[in-house]
Nanobody, 119 residues
Framework: QVMLVESGGGLVQAGGSLRLSCAAS????????MGWFRQAPGKERDVVAA????????YYVDSVKGRFTISRDNAKNTVYLQMNSLKPEDTAVYYC????????????WGQGTQVTVSS
């Protein structure tokens, strides 16, 4: 069992920055690939960024490339999402998730943190 707790969300003006954190507890964090997802009102939850267990490989959805950076600190059992140049369309609830086998569904999810970007 892995428990995930997100933090760092909030209200920011367009062009601003936020850093989300996801703290993991339970089974060995370093054994999991991690992802950040977001869900806007009335829309499906979609992947934003992902990172493999070592941090050597990352993935970003096109809409956030060059603005968001995913990273992890296995010593601190934490994954981060640095979000720069935020846009109103980035407004959503952001979730982190842990994946034990790459390519399969994510196994564990956090409760989410709200990010609101005002224009």
């Amino acid at each position: 069992q892995v428990m995930l707790v997100e933090s760092g969300g909030g209200l920011v003006q367009a062009g601003g920055s936020l850093r989300l954190s996801c703290a993991a507890s339970g089974r060995a964090f370093s054994g999991y690939a991690m992802g950040w997802f977001r869900q806007a009102p009335g829309k499906e939850r979609d992947v934003v960024a992902a990172i493999n267990w070592s941090g050597s490989n990352t993935y970003y959805v096109d809409s956030v490339k060059g603005r968001f950076t995913i990273s992890r600190d296995n010593a601190k059992n934490t994954v981060y999402l640095q979000m720069n140049s935020l846009k109103p369309e980035d407004t959503a609830v952001y979730y982190c998730a842990a994946q034990s086998v790459v390519g399969r569904e994510y196994d564990y999810w956090g409760q989410g943190t709200q990010v609101t970007v005002s224009s």
